[in-house]
């Protein structure tokens, strides 16, 4: 075996010898190691949610979004040493290795954020994209410098619920917000509905790292209550709830008849809680393959949407 150190006492195993693996099997390991594929889902999100909510998305939302996204991710990456040294040593090892450039991206975003904030002309747009930023970083930096349980994310309550937040603000809300009504029927819904989406998808990444999280003291909603109970009293009462949303906005005639389809997002996500996600923890993999599937999905009801 041989040994990659962390500080003077921690140690952890690694496997020898490394495999050789091709050029094409590297390229999406690369991608994925670097939040590009995250990055891409929030670009993505933010394109179809504006379609499908029927309000003009500017070109700042493209770029804004997808940064901050990006910065946050990388973010928690670095402060995340515990359970990620557990989870995924290679990928948290690769980010120590980059700590400075993070840092200094990081950085970069929350200028850029800042100045946009600062040149907004309305203040809920602003309000919303602050929110988001804040949230982010709160979600993984302690609040008293290495005191790791005052994070958000070591609240079993908060830490799931914290991240849809981030995600329904700054894909839904942010952008649109800058071109409807802030008491547009269709955004509220979307909201709803991506906030409902994200969670679920948490859900399921805590577990995919519940060893590592249950090891490092995090107290996730598997780790406290079980992989089994988290899928069936949890994620598919979720599920079922987000279904009836987009049930009853078509009902009402509140949101267009393309939404019909975001079921179809319903579907893969209960077949990921009751047929895959037993194989996430071993499989790491299968949760980014979900992730693509939503984004495929969203490609697609953009495209119709529009």
């Known amino acids: 075996m041989l040994l990659k150190t962390i500080g003077p006492s921690r140690s952890i195993p690694f496997s020898d010898p490394v495999p050789m693996v091709s050029v094409g099997s590297r390229i999406p390991r690369i991608l994925i190691r670097n939040k590009v594929h995250i990055s891409g889902c929030a670009l993505v999100a933010v394109w179809a949610w504006a379609r499908l909510i029927g309000a003009p998305l500017s070109a700042e939302a493209l770029v804004i979004v997808p940064g901050v996204i990006a910065a946050i991710y990388h973010w928690n990456r670095l402060t995340d040493s515990r359970e990620d040294v557990l989870n995924c040593p290679d990928d948290f090892f690769a980010a120590l290795h980059r700590k400075n450039t993070i840092c200094g991206f990081c950085l970069l975003v929350v200028a850029l954020t800042v100045f946009t904030i600062a040149m907004s002309r309305e203040w809920l747009p602003g309000?919303?994209?602050?929110c988001s930023l804040v949230l982010g970083f709160?979600?993984?930096?302690?609040?008293v410098p290495g005191r790791q349980q005052l994070r958000l994310k070591n609240v079993a309550l908060l830490k799931n619920p914290a991240a849809a937040l981030?995600?329904?603000?700054?894909?839904?809300?942010?952008?649109?917000?800058?071109?409807?009504?802030a008491d547009d029927?269709?955004?509220?819904?979307?909201?709803?509905?991506?906030?409902?989406?994200?969670?679920?998808?948490?859900?399921?990444?805590?577990?995919?790292d519940v060893s590592g999280d249950e090891a490092a003291g995090i107290r996730t909603v598997p780790v406290i209550i079980g992989n089994d109970r988290t899928k069936f009293a949890v994620l598919l009462p979720v599920n079922a709830l987000l279904s009836l949303l987009v049930l009853v906005g078509l009902a009402l005639g509140y949101v267009p008849t393309a939404w019909c389809y975001l079921l179809v997002n319903n579907l893969i996500t209960a077949v990921w809680t009751v047929v895959v996600a037993d194989r996430i923890p071993i499989e790491r993999v299968?949760?980014?393959?979900?992730?693509?599937?939503q984004v495929a999905l969203l490609v697609f009801l953009g495209v119709l949407a529009g």
């Open 127 to 130: 309000t919303f994209l602050g």
């Open 138 to 143: 709160l979600y993984s930096t302690p609040l």
């Open 166 to 181: 981030l995600w329904s603000m700054l894909t839904v809300l942010y952008p649109a917000s800058q071109a409807v009504r």
């Open 185 to 208: 029927i269709r955004m509220w819904w979307g909201f709803c509905y991506m906030f409902l989406a994200v969670y679920m998808v948490e859900l399921i990444w805590d577990i995919r």
């Open 286 to 293: 299968w949760a980014d393959t979900l992730v693509i599937l």
